[in-house]
């Protein structure tokens, strides 16, 4: 199946920081999301982006399907931001998704 | 609009004991809907997903099964549980592969 990889595993910032992560597929794909999961363990939908680019306030997605790889922006970040950000990829009806980002940020 | 249910929230059961979580989807018709479990501090790992009443694909073989008796309801099952299946089990549903959306999970343990 579709293989789906995250980097970094792990990311310390410090409150104000920008950050990049990164999420790379091995195949085409239908579609594509990127998820915030909080310490309570509820995934979040952060953005559907099977290509292009989006943004919400802080937040902002772009995806580059012909070079399978999609790029999660987070800028000024707070620490209401910390928690696991994870890219899931849409192929033939099922849903995979990338081991995730644990994101920290310290005040 | 539409809203995804999963319960019990929390579950403590014996090893060899039958589990059964239930998902239910309101709002939508004919949706994908998905089981994921995530071990603790680990990804989402791909159980089961649905393309329609009776139909279950089935990512990895292990002691679960899965059933959609109706348009909007997934099953999760076991006959016996193994102190492995403990997790953070959830269901999630998109329509045409599309948007998908995830139900507040449930966090099994198994003693």
């Known amino acids: 199946g579709i293989q789906v990889e995250q980097s970094p595993p792990d990311l310390i910032l410090q409150e104000g920081a920008n950050s990049t992560l990164r999420c790379n597929f091995s195949?085409?794909?239908?579609?594509l999301q990127w998820f915030h999961q909080n310490p309570w363990g509820q995934l979040i939908n952060l953005f559907y982006?099977?290509?292009g680019t989006k943004q919400n306030g802080r937040l902002s997605a772009t995806t580059v399907a012909t070079e399978r790889y999609s790029l999660l922006y987070i800028s000024s970040s707070q620490t209401t931001d910390s928690g696991v950000y994870f890219c899931?990829?849409?192929?033939?009806?099922?849903?995979?998704f990338g081991a995730g980002t644990r994101l920290t940020v310290k005040p | 609009s539409q809203t995804i249910h999963q319960w019990p929230a929390t579950l403590v059961q014996p090893v060899g004991s039958p589990l059964s979580l239930e998902c239910t989807v309101e709002?939508?018709?004919?949706?994908?809907l998905y089981w994921y479990r995530q071990a603790a501090g680990r990804g989402l790992q791909l159980l089961f997903y649905s393309v329609g009443i009776g139909q279950i694909s089935s990512e990895v073989p292990q002691n679960l099964s899965a059933s959609r008796p109706q348009d909007r309801q997934f099953i999760l099952s076991s006959k016996k549980l193994l102190l492995s299946d403990s997790g953070f089990y959830l269901c999630a549903w998109s329509v045409l592969g599309l948007d998908a959306f995830f139900g507040p999970g449930t966090r099994l343990t198994v003693l």
């Open positions: 195949d085409s794909v239908n579609n």
């Open positions: 982006i099977p290509s």
């Open positions: 709002g939508t018709s004919n949706p994908n």
């Open positions: 899931a990829v849409y192929n033939n009806n099922d849903m995979r």
